[in-house]
DNA sequence: TTTACGATCCCCT
DNA sequence: GGGGATCGTAAAC
């Protein structure tokens, strides 16, 4: 059985609470390949009612997933190349979502660095060839790497962080300082404070 | 039906 | 520091 997250605990907290309590929590997937895992250093809310938000406008058929339970994962397809995850939040019915933008690899990075190496979205092997292997600090420090670096993929979309291969553990960093600011890539809502990040931590997309 | 663009990444200068 | 890759989605027509 292994450690996870409950349900219970995705309820009891409102969306922008939990984009800070998932500071220092560890992302694992355990997948046919192998096992990764990653402490998560950095997040962003997207809230209802926030002009940044995918489900500002209404509810179509990509968004659906952040109008539907907490806890559960949204994936989304960005710049027609790279995939995101978030971890829906708020009440149903009401769509918002924690982005997840970092983690520091813990568990597989062998494993996440040949993931790393492929195409994001056909999974076969890019056409050119890195010169050296990536950093670790290069293996999670975006949105789009850390879901390719974990093997996350759009079939993941809606599925329980409780009951799928995919489970985010109570924490294992809880000693230090968090800081918060704006979003990163938005137009819209750019000015609000719903960034959150490890400070210090070199493993943070941007500092 | 058409069109514009995006919660990114990577390579080049 | 800047631009190109690449395409599904949703708003505009």
Redesign the pocket.
């Known amino acids: 059985m292994s450690v996870r997250l409950s349900a219970d605990f995705f309820q009891k907290h409102d969306t922008l609470t939990l984009s800070q309590l998932l500071l220092g929590c560890e992302l694992v997937h355990e997948s046919a390949a192998g096992r990764t895992a990653g402490v998560i250093v950095e997040t ?1 809310a ?1 809230l209802w009612g926030d002009p ?4 500002y ?2 509810q ?4 659906a997933a ?1 109008f539907g339970p907490t806890g559960h994962l ?1 994936v ?7 995939y ?1 995850v ?1 971890i829906v939040g708020g009440p149903v019915g009401q769509g918002e ?1 924690v ?1 997840i ?1 970092a983690l520091e690899p813990t568990e597989g990075l062998d494993l996440m660095q040949e993931r ?1 190496d492929l195409n ?2 056909t999974l076969q092997p890019s056409l ?1 060839t ?2 050296k292997p ?1 950093a670790v600090k ?1 293996l999670c ?8 670096a974990m093997g996350i993929r759009p079939e993941h979309n809606k599925v329980p962080l409780w009951e799928s291969a995919i489970r985010v553990t109570p924490p294992v960093f809880t000693d230090f300082e968090m800081i918060t600011t704006t ?6 809502g750019a000015e609000l404070p719903y960034r959150f990040y490890i400070k210090g931590n070199k493993y943070v ?1 941007k500092a």
């Open positions: 962003e997207y940044a938000c995918h489900a406008r209404r179509t058929k990509r968004n952040m949204y989304y397809l960005i710049y027609g190349m790279y995101c978030n979502a982005l933008r790393r994001p979205k050119k890195r010169k990536l290069d420090n975006g949105p789009g790497k850390l879901v390719q979003r990163i890539g938005i137009t819209q997309s």
